[in-house]
Nanobody
Framework: QVQLVESGGGLVQPGGSLRLSCAVS????????ITWFRQAPGKEREGVSC????????YYTDSVKGRFTISRDNAKNTVYLQMNSLRPEDTAVYYC????????????????WGKGTLVTVSS
């Protein structure tokens, strides 16, 4: 049973940091790329970051470059998203997803999604 479970969201002040985790089960993380998406209230879902299975390729949407870092710990079956210098516009539900492919792909290619974790950036 393929499952992805996000955690680490919460309320943080502007300029603060959070580390999101995506714990996966039912497949071998080593073989597959994982993507972080987010959906803000009233906005369309957008891709935030992705890491290929090998870790050799990473991608970030322009608005988070230099602030967010994706990483993975295959031994722990977990992917992380370190978010620094958070801004109110980062407020969203954050999801991790996979298309069970070894390369990063589009939202439509995602076969499995977590339920999301809410990040609220507010003073």
């Amino acid at each position: 049973q393929v499952q992805l479970v996000e955690s680490g969201g919460g309320l943080v002040q502007p300029g603060g940091s959070l580390r999101l985790s995506c714990a996966v089960s039912g497949f071998t993380l080593n073989y597959y790329a994982i993507t972080w998406f987010r959906q803000a209230p009233g906005k369309e879902r957008e891709g935030v970051s992705c890491m290929s299975a090998s870790g050799g390729s990473t991608y970030y949407t322009d608005s988070v470059k230099g602030r967010f870092t994706i990483s993975r710990d295959n031994a722990k079956n977990t992917v992380y998203l370190q978010m620094n210098s958070l801004r109110p516009e980062d407020t969203a539900v954050y999801y991790c997803a996979t298309g069970l492919k070894n390369y990063c792909s589009t939202p439509g290619a995602m076969a499995y999604w977590g339920k999301g974790t809410l990040v609220t950036v507010s003073s």
